[in-house]
């Protein structure tokens, strides 16, 4: 009996070791992201706050953690394998962070962050562990809001497609109307679809919800991806819909009750209309599925 019990001492000895040095290095590792990138992540939190086109950017942290617990049972039967590629994962991030600081780019030095998490997961635990968290890591690139040149090349064409969609959705159902540009003329009013009403605000904030809903309700890799695809072109058209509808009122109501739906009320529920064409386009996927 003694010789037992001085058997299994030591053997729970250096597992409880290990247990302890890898809380310390996990905490180390966290105080270091934390140091290495807080001047980056304060004036990302003020933009969440003070910018309403990007308050789902407090979610997104919220979300991709929910996601990585919901991968805990596969977790726990891997096994962790640390790979050498890490490290170069892990430069790069850095790498990216020096070269926004140096050139004023917080685009770069945001993603940065995610890099550097994929490579210390990678570093740490090996690929097994980064292909299961590959999502939760991959969904914080929707807290970034999208760099200025990106939103400048994208905002002109938007206006355009919405200005021409919903010219000619106004005159399928017969009202007098012609386009030059982004400019829409109607007899009582005209419609300037300016850089505020290009859509791509609701589009960025639409596809990451489309993919949580995808994520959430599809069990198969490409119903996910053709759910959250999905997401672009709802997204345009439910804008070139609000335009639409801004018209239709303007020429029967007046340009006072166009500008009052506009603003107050057409984008909630637009949007709304926009992800209830998400969820029936999840129901068709799913009754596939099951068929």
Same mark, same amino acid.
């Given at each position: 009996?003694?010789?037992?019990?001085?058997?299994?001492?030591?053997?729970?000895?250096?597992?409880?070791? !290990?247990?302890?040095?890898?809380?310390?290095?996990?905490?180390?590792?966290?105080?270091?992201?934390?140091?290495?990138?807080?001047?980056?992540?304060?004036?990302?939190?003020?933009?969440?706050?003070?910018?309403?086109? =990007?308050?789902?950017?407090?979610?997104?942290?919220?979300?991709?953690?929910?996601?990585?617990?919901?991968?805990?049972? +596969?977790?726990?039967?891997?096994?962790?394998?640390?790979?050498?590629?890490?490290?170069?994962?892990?430069?790069?991030?850095?790498? +990216?962070? +020096?070269?926004?600081?140096?050139?004023?780019?917080?685009?770069?030095?945001?993603?940065?962050?995610?890099?550097?998490?994929?490579?210390?997961?990678? =570093?740490?635990?090996?690929?097994? =562990?980064? !292909?299961?968290?590959?999502?939760?890591?991959?969904?914080?690139?929707?807290?970034?809001?999208?760099?200025?040149?990106?939103?400048?090349?994208?905002?002109?064409?938007?206006?355009?497609?919405?200005?021409?969609?919903?010219?000619?959705?106004?005159? +399928?159902?017969?009202?007098?109307?012609?386009?030059?540009? #982004?400019?829409?003329?109607?007899?009582?009013?005209?419609?300037?679809?300016?850089?505020?009403?290009?859509?791509?605000?609701?589009?960025?904030?639409?596809?990451?919800?489309?993919?949580?809903?995808?994520?959430?309700?599809?069990?198969? #890799?490409?119903?996910?991806?053709?759910?959250?695809?999905?997401?672009?072109?709802?997204?345009?058209?439910?804008?070139?819909?609000?335009?639409?509808?801004?018209?239709?009122?303007?020429?029967?109501?007046?340009?006072?009750?166009?500008?009052?739906? =506009?603003?107050?009320?057409?984008?909630?529920?637009?949007?709304?209309?926009?992800?209830?064409?998400?969820?029936?386009?999840?129901?068709?996927?799913?009754?596939?599925? !099951? !068929?």
């Amino acid at each position: 009996m003694p010789a037992t019990l001085t058997d299994t001492v030591p053997r729970g000895a250096p597992s409880g070791r !290990r247990g302890g040095r890898g809380v310390v290095l996990a905490a180390g590792l966290v105080a270091a992201f934390v140091y290495l990138y807080l001047p980056v992540l304060v004036p990302l939190a003020a933009q969440w706050w003070d910018d309403p086109d =990007y308050s789902h950017g407090f979610l997104v942290p919220l979300l991709s953690a929910y996601f990585a617990w919901r991968q805990r049972p +596969l977790l726990a039967r891997l096994r962790p394998r640390p790979s050498a590629w890490g490290l170069g994962v892990l430069l790069l991030g850095v790498g +990216l962070a +020096l070269l926004g600081n140096l050139g004023a780019e917080l685009f770069l030095m945001r993603v940065s962050m995610v890099v550097v998490v994929a490579g210390l997961l990678l =570093y740490l635990l090996g690929w097994p =562990y980064l !292909r299961q968290l590959a999502f939760p890591v991959g969904f914080l690139l929707f807290m970034i809001p999208l760099p200025a040149i990106v939103l400048n090349a994208l905002t002109f064409p938007l206006q355009l497609l919405a200005a021409k969609l919903s010219t000619t959705a106004l005159q +399928l159902v017969g009202l007098p109307v012609y386009r030059e540009g #982004n400019v829409i003329f109607l007899p009582h009013i005209t419609l300037e679809v300016v850089e505020a009403c290009s859509g791509i605000r609701s589009l960025v904030s639409l596809s990451a919800l489309a993919v949580v809903f995808a994520y959430l309700t599809q069990a198969v #890799n490409w119903k996910r991806g053709l759910l959250a695809l999905s997401a672009i072109p709802i997204a345009i058209v439910a804008n070139a819909f609000r335009i639409w509808g801004s018209g239709v009122l303007a020429f029967f109501f007046g340009p006072r009750v166009a500008e009052d739906f =506009y603003h107050t009320f057409a984008g909630w529920l637009v949007f709304v209309v926009a992800f209830a064409l998400l969820v029936l386009e999840g129901l068709l996927l799913s009754r596939l599925r !099951r !068929r």
